[in-house]
């Protein structure tokens, strides 16, 4: 499975972005997809989750901000990243869950200035 992520940038205080992560097979057979986050000098965060079923989940830092959504069709999971801080800065992270294995991205980086 290989994944590419895309949407970072540079964006203000308050700004939203939105981050799209496609992989090569079929998602709708992964037990889940996951973004996570690793700023520098940091370890890296769970940022979000959305499991087989639909179901999601968020850390608080992420509730009512950031919203995991996905496109089987197009083998695609988004991150709405709304009010942003200067503290979401990071590189920002796709991983897919399949049964024995975990895959990751390369990752996007996100910038958030103040």
């Known amino acids: 499975v290989q994944l590419v992520e895309s949407g970072g940038g540079l964006v203000q205080t308050g700004g939203s972005l939105r981050l799209a992560c496609v992989a090569s097979?079929?998602?709708?057979?992964?037990?889940?997809m996951q973004w996570y986050r690793q700023a520098p000098g940091k370890q890296r965060e769970f940022v979000a989750v959305?499991?087989?079923?639909?179901?999601?989940n968020y850390p608080n830092f992420a509730k009512g901000r950031f919203t995991i959504s996905r496109d089987n069709a197009k083998n695609t999971v988004f991150l709405q990243m709304n009010s942003l801080k200067p503290e979401d800065t990071a590189v920002y992270y796709c991983?897919?869950?399949?049964?024995?294995?975990?895959?990751w991205g390369q990752g996007t980086q996100v910038t958030v200035s103040s």
């Open positions: 991983n897919a869950l399949v049964p024995g294995a975990s895959y």
């Open positions: 097979g079929s998602i709708s057979s992964f037990n889940a």
């Open positions: 959305i499991v087989n079923g639909g179901s999601t």
